[in-house]
């Protein structure tokens, strides 16, 4: 009886523990994940870029010198153009190199002038290449998967105080086609913002030591853009490449399995030599013939 009256006294000066204080709001990830809201929300994004390319890996002597530029006026889902500019080294031995997409309202398509072709890579911008090199444009207007896994806030540059930094670490996937198992390519990403959360600053690196800065002149988005500023359509005269999911049809495209078994026979084709003239491959039967396969990338 004495027992429990002295627990019945204690019982009020037994108080709960406090509970756990929330954890702070991170202001790297609360900016990044605005700027991803806005780009999100945008129907149409204008903006251009001024490039550098580095590499620490390759030492400074030895770097060829590159300037880049990039010029997108998008919008959704898939109206507008996007020129890449790059002139890799200077003066008379400056060799210059335009890679451009077009929308047309249908399809998304990479644009050869040189050869004249054009060849549908989607519906929408984020399924084409344009935005590979610019993870910071976010999953609705890039198709590169990233995880972002770590932020932290950098210092402002020294001509722009009032610019906000952030630096994203994280993971992307192997790229399609690697082998099983491959293992996860690591990315980083460092912003900085305009007072207005325009973004005006990044550098990129994924995998490897290669490194992108980009300076951005011009950032706007709007929700509801004109798309008769956007229009675009195929030049004249150009060829239009199969859409690589229409040939193949819904069935998945596998580069192994399209490729002729060990031991087969060669099919026949028609190649043109050095002298301008067409031969057969069959006319080469018998002989030995050196193949020697180039790409441009």
């Known amino acids: 009886m004495l027992q429990a009256l002295l627990l019945l006294l204690a019982a009020p000066c037994v108080q709960e523990p406090a509970a756990a204080a929330p954890p702070a709001p991170d202001p790297a990830r609360q900016a990044w994940e605005k700027l991803q809201q806005r780009l999100a929300a945008a129907q149409s994004l204008d903006l251009h870029a001024r490039m550098e390319l580095s590499d620490s890996a390759i030492p400074p002597e030895e770097m060829q010198e590159v300037k880049m530029e990039i010029q997108l006026q998008l919008a959704r889902p898939g109206h507008g153009k996007a020129v890449w500019t790059s002139v890799f080294g200077s003066g008379e031995d400056a060799e210059t190199i335009v890679i451009e997409w077009i929308g047309t309202g249908d399809k998304v398509y990479a644009v050869d002038h040189e050869e004249k072709w054009v060849m549908a890579e989607g519906a929408e911008w984020k399924d084409s290449e344009v935005g590979f090199f610019l993870p910071f444009l976010g999953p609705t207007w890039c198709s590169g998967g990233l995880e972002p896994r770590e932020f932290s806030v950098l210092p402002p540059p020294a001509e722009h105080p009032d610019w906000q930094g952030l630096k994203i670490t994280g993971a992307a996937p192997p790229e399609e086609g690697a082998e099983e198992g491959a293992a996860e390519e690591s990315f980083e990403m460092r912003l900085w913002l305009a007072p207005d959360g325009a973004l005006r600053r990044a550098a990129t690196s994924l995998g490897g030591t290669a490194e992108m800065l980009f300076e951005i002149d011009l950032m706007a988005l709007s929700d509801k853009p004109d798309l008769e500023k956007y229009r675009t359509v195929i030049p004249e005269g150009y060829a239009v490449l199969a859409d690589p ?46 193949l020697n396969f180039w790409f441009f990338h």
């Not at 078994?261 to 067409?278: N, S, Y």
């Open 245 to 290: 999911e229409e040939e193949h049809g819904e069935e998945e495209f596998s580069l192994e399995g399209s490729l002729l078994p060990v031991g087969a026979q060669a099919p026949e084709a028609v190649l043109i030599g050095l002298d301008g003239a067409e031969f057969g491959l069959s006319s080469l039967k018998g002989k030995t013939v050196l």
